[in-house]
């Protein structure tokens, strides 16, 4: 069975850094694309970052330059570091594999962004 945990998030003053983790399981993780993805109130879920398992990035336009996503792959994890965090940045991060998988959808962590 395929899973994805994420953990990390909280509440935080603008311009403050957090780091995310996501642990996977039931994955053949070294073959796959991963994704950070998140959703805000009233809003679509977007992808923010993905990694391939070469560690070739990629990034949303709105969040370039303040995250950076990175892999573990012996431990099956995936990160995403963001600094600079700001207002609009609050939502719910999952992860994901590249292109989303929706039974793969875990809880999410919450990011809030507020002074």
């Known amino acids: 069975q395929v899973q994805f945990v994420e953990s990390g998030g909280g509440l935080v003053q603008p311009g403050v850094s957090l780091r995310l983790s996501c642990a996977a399981s039931g994955i053949s993780f070294n073959i796959a694309t991963l994704g950070w993805y998140r959703q805000a109130p009233g809003k679509q879920r977007e992808r923010v970052a993905s990694?391939?398992?070469?560690?070739?990035?990629d990034y949303a336009e709105s969040v370039k330059g303040r995250f950076t996503i990175s892999r573990d792959n012996a431990k099956k994890m995936v990160f995403l570091q963001m600094n600079s965090l700001k207002p609009e940045d609050a939502a719910v991060y999952y992860c994901?594999?590249?292109?989303?998988?929706?039974?793969?959808w875990g809880q999410g962590t919450q990011v809030t962004v507020s002074s």
């Open positions: 990694i391939t398992r070469g560690g070739s990035t």
């Open positions: 994901n594999v590249v292109p989303e998988v929706a039974r793969l």
